[in-house]
């Protein structure tokens, strides 16, 4: 299943796995690159497991239309309900260390189906990024397969265990 509305784009898969199992493949930076469907995550910063709101986790990215092309960003945990819900803001470090975040949100809602099987939603959501970005950014950034796309990468990441 795959929706889009005007400020938010979701996708949901079931998966073969437990909540728990799900959720603790999310809070791993380590594997965000190999569940990324864009090809821009390339590697965690910041290797430590997500634990909770407030926790900033940094990630080295590459996208060819970015005036660098590679560069970092910087993360903010939002939502962290173990095992049902995890999400981040995405932003940058400022030239003086300050962090600013866009607006927009990545988040996974995990709806056990019994003890093995588990709903993912994958949702993006930049309803709170203000007008003076949207001006020079195109919401989403991505095609239309990307969170499906994401979902299957998190599954085989999952299954394989």
Do not use: C
């Not at 965690?44 to 990630?59: E, H, K, S, Y």
């Not at 996974?108 to 709170?128: I, K, R």
């Not at 919401?139 to 998190?154: A, K």
């Amino acid at each position: 299943m795959h929706t889009v509305d005007q400020e938010n784009v979701s996708a949901t898969l079931t998966f073969a796995a437990s909540a728990a199992r799900v959720f603790a493949v999310l809070a791993d930076p380590t594997t965000h690159a190999a569940i990324d469907g864009t090809g821009w995550v390339q590697e965690p910063a910041d290797r430590a497991p997500l634990t909770g709101v407030g926790q900033i986790f940094r990630m080295d990215m590459h996208h060819a239309d970015h005036p660098d092309g590679d560069y970092r960003t910087a993360n903010k945990v939002a939502v962290f309900d173990q095992p049902r819900a995890i999400g981040w803001l995405t932003g940058y470090e400022k030239a003086d260390g300050q962090l600013e975040f866009g607006g927009w949100l990545w988040r996974y809602d995990l709806a056990p189906l019994g003890p093995s099987e588990t709903e993912v939603t994958h949702t993006y959501d930049w309803s709170a990024v203000p007008p003076s970005i949207r001006e020079y950014l195109h919401f989403p950034p991505f095609g239309p397969d990307h969170l499906i796309n994401s979902l299957h990468h998190l599954a085989d990441l999952v299954s394989a265990g």
